[in-house]
Each structure stands twice: as structure tokens, then as C-alpha cells.
């Protein structure tokens, strides 16, 4: 007859090698990936020129993850949320959004055209900045420059600087970031309007 201190060995042993049975596994944690809403048609208004959009940001704003700071703590420090990200990098679903915003769409149609712009967009800030543990903002910066495709020269330029309070987490990051890129895409679709002299 087996003793008992052997016996429960043996027992302790068989439910450490099938423990992963016995018990339920964690449940994985799903990424999520955003973009900056629904995109609804824009009819392209008479007397609009065609415009190329090119959107482009800075290298650390490249890649598709969503940036936020702890200012209050150690605000030279870039964190990034681990389940949330873009569905694009962000100057590229920028760029979408004011091609649409100008009835272009996704590209130009492929057609003879008398006269090309250039509207070249550059993101230089998209992040949320945590002020307090529960107090958050979100920024948006970029620079737009309009410019003549035959000769080069610059027809107008722009520079937004945006920022709101938003909740303290990662999905206010989303929602924050998506209003101030669809306030920045109207903004940048009215300077080419305005200045081909387009009501917008």
C-alpha cells in the first residue's frame, strides 16, 4: 500500500502538469483599431481647382499607435496605448479626410486637367497629455501649404493648433484626436477654397 506522503506527491504532481485544464485560461485581450469616424461624400464645388493632397507627419508620428503623456509626472515620457490603435497612421486617415472634404476622393481622376495644386499637409503633434491622474487634454498641430504645381510657388499656408479636454482614458484619446482632425481637415479644406475663391 502506497503511503500518504507519497500518494499526495503523486496527486500534487498530476495537477501542476494538468492545471492548464482545470482551470479557465484568461480571456485574450482583443486590439482595437480606430479611425476618425464615418466618411460622408463631399459634391466637389464649381470653380474648385484639383488639388493633390499630400499628408505627412513627423518619424514618431509614422506608425499607427495612440500617444499620451503624464505631464504631471514625467513629461518627457511618450507612453502608448497597449489595446487601441489607428487603423492608418494618422496623417494618412488626415489626408482621406480633406480629399473628401473637397469632393476629390481618393484620387484624382484620370483626365486632362489645365491646373494642379499641391496641398501638402505636415502633422507635427497628435497626442493626448494627462495634466493631472484623472485630467487629460488632447493637441493636434499641423502646417498646410498650398501650392502652385507649375511654377512651385506657394499660394497660401496654414498652421492649426488645437486642443480640448477629453476623459482620461483611451477611447476619450480617440474621440478627442477624431473631432480635432475633423476640425483640422474643414479648416484645411477652406483655405483651398478660399483661396481659389470657392464658397466653402
Known amino acids: 500500500m502506497m503511503n500518504a506522503p507519497r500518494t499526495l506527491v503523486l496527486i500534487l504532481t498530476f495537477l501542476g502538469l494538468a492545471g492548464c485544464t482545470l482551470f479557465p485560461a484568461r480571456a485574450p485581450q482583443i486590439m482595437t483599431e480606430h479611425d476618425f469616424g464615418p466618411l460622408h461624400t463631399h459634391a466637389a464645388r464649381a470653380g474648385m481647382p484639383a488639388v493633390f493632397v499630400r499628408s505627412k507627419s513627423v518619424p514618431w508620428l509614422s506608425g499607427t499607435t495612440i500617444h499620451y503623456r503624464l505631464l504631471y509626472r514625467d513629461p518627457t515620457a511618450v507612453h502608448i496605448y497597449a489595446q487601441n490603435r489607428w487603423i492608418a497612421p494618422p496623417?494618412?486617415?488626415?489626408?482621406?479626410?480633406?480629399?473628401?472634404?473637397?469632393?476629390?476622393?481618393?484620387v484624382l481622376?484620370?483626365?486632362?486637367i489645365a491646373h494642379i495644386e499641391r496641398l501638402v499637409i505636415v502633422l507635427v503633434r497628435f497626442d493626448q497629455d494627462f495634466t493631472a491622474p484623472h485630467q487629460a487634454f488632447v493637441r493636434l498641430d499641423a502646417t498646410a501649404r498650398l501650392y502652385d504645381v507649375a511654377t512651385g510657388r506657394v499660394l497660401a499656408q496654414k498652421t492649426v493648433d488645437l486642443r480640448q479636454t477629453c476623459a482620461p482614458d483611451a477611447r476619450g484619446a480617440v474621440t478627442g484626436l477624431s473631432r480635432l482632425a475633423r476640425m483640422a481637415s474643414r479648416t484645411f479644406a477652406q483655405l483651398v477654397a478660399r483661396t481659389a475663391g470657392v464658397t466653402y
Open 91 to 106: 496623417a494618412a486617415l488626415l489626408g482621406a479626410r480633406v480629399r473628401w472634404r473637397l469632393g476629390m476622393g481618393p
Open 109 to 112: 481622376a484620370a483626365r486632362a
